[in-house]
């Protein structure tokens, strides 16, 4: 059997123990039935100028994106309300390229319940729409974050694991990402 | 001259008036001599649940895309220190289907600083990389928001304007928008 390669995404690359909680994800997926391919698989070519280490990490992970079979990305919210945005560029990156996406959350709540509580659930319905007090509408879809993260996923036949992590363990709790790869390896490896 | 699709994503369809603003944004990109491509031009089918409703947006969305020939991406920030995650969605998807990728940004401050100011300052630089009190680390490349985002963009070619708009017309100024348009129509349409 062909070993299929799985990009992790997320934002656990920000975390002062960065290369810890990686090589977590990495063994847990290799335990799972798959390869890792993982942001920092590559080394990072020597740069001058700050902008021009940030070009070439983005062309090495690019590059990582295109040698793997699908993704799986973490889109638990990140410094505010939504999945960290480099996350969500890969994984419209992958669904471009129609490889199979999952996702997993530590954060329970859906996307609308987060910026109900974010502004304290004062959500306006009077004009048919949720609007927020500035009176930008608010996505209510049943759905972890924005609707093409959530959509790119399950339109191609992918999975969202919702888990339910201790806030001080958002970052860190892996219970929804084994459940997520536990759901790849069976729809994709044993069927 | 073959005339150039060009895919409009942006936070701004959150708007109150989404409709109004869109509308400008498509005149705009015709008198650049671009035809505009925008979420909105195909009709939303009938369903029964939300979930579905949000997957048959993102099918949609999707479908727009991929009739595009190039994306112009308003990365403004949305709801909080980064831009809205369905457009980073957006902007990688087209970007690996390698059409050209060109931004704006109403936010003068590039991430690093919206970062520095959203913590007053509080970034800490010890460990050697600068990072937020939660001890998250800080990309500080010179770029207006994550590095995938402005390198997926700089990499192929394309330009990110960064402009300068007052407070209250974050969503709605066409100063940055109008000059990425003028960008992108000499680099593309007549060079």
Redesign the interface.
């Known amino acids: 059997m062909k070993q299929l390669r799985v990009y992790l995404a997320g ?1 656990e690359v ?3 123990n ?1 290369r810890e909680i990686l090589d977590a994800k990495i063994e847990l997926t290799k335990t799972a039935g798959f390869l890792p391919v993982s942001p920092g698989d590559l080394g990072i070519p020597e740069t001058v ?3 021009e ?3 070439a ?3 090495i ?2 590059k990582l ?1 295109r040698s793997a079979d699908m993704i799986i990305a973490n889109l638990t919210p990140f ?8 996350t ?10 129609e490889r199979p996406a999952f996702a997993y959350t530590n954060d329970a709540r859906d996307h609308y319940k987060r ?1 109900h509580d974010h502004y304290d659930g004062n959500i306006c319905t009077e ?1 048919g729409s949720p ?2 007090p500035d ?9 972890v ?8 996923i ?2 191609r036949g992918g999975v969202v694991v919702v888990g339910n992590a201790a806030p001080d363990q958002m970052m860190t709790d892996f219970t929804a990402f084994k459940q997520v790869l536990e759901i790849a390896a069976n729809n994709l490896l044993h069927s």
């Open positions: 934002p920000f975390l002062p960065a100028t700050r902008k280490k940030g070009l990490i983005s062309a992970d690019e994106m410094r505010g309300l939504s999945a960290d945005t480099g969500c560029f890969e994984l419209g990156f992958m669904c471009a390229l910026i004009s609007r927020t009176n930008m509408s608010v996505e209510d879809f049943d759905m974050d924005n609707l093409m993260m959530h959509g790119g399950e339109n």
